[in-house]
Nanobody
């Protein structure tokens, strides 16, 4: 079973940048690159929503409209890492951010497409 651990969250001012990282473990050799990976977030009192995902082998990416042009998802298959670069942060980006894995290698921004989840990392953007 794949384990995911997020890091990089914190408290920043509006307009700042953060880079989240997600480390995967429990994968056999060469299989991390076969997985699709995603980032989701959940703000207080709201449902969890998809932010971005990247297909296997650093293929196709997709983003929620609210983050297009500001966030970039990427992966390092040699290190079993996935990143979320977040620029021009806004107070409405405040949430717990979760990393997710899809064994199938392809997904959308829907939770049901993903098989495993990290514990989350808090991002707080002050105005």
């Amino acid at each position: 079973q794949v384990q995911l651990v997020e890091s990089g969250g914190g408290l920043v001012q509006a307009g700042a940048s953060l880079r989240l990282s997600c480390a995967a473990s429990g994968t056999s050799e060469d299989t991390f690159s076969d997985y699709a990976l995603g980032w989701f977030r959940q703000a207080p009192g709201k449902e969890r929503e998809g932010v971005a995902w990247i297909a296997r082998m650093s293929g196709r990416t997709d983003y929620a409209d609210s983050v297009k042009g500001r966030f970039t998802i990427s992966r390092d298959n040699a290190k079993d890492l996935v990143y979320l670069q977040m620029n021009s942060l806004r107070p409405e980006d405040t949430a717990v951010y979760y990393c997710a894995v899809s064994i199938a290698g392809f997904a959308t921004l829907i939770e049901d497409d993903f098989d495993g989840w990290g514990q989350g990392t808090q991002v707080t953007v002050s105005s």
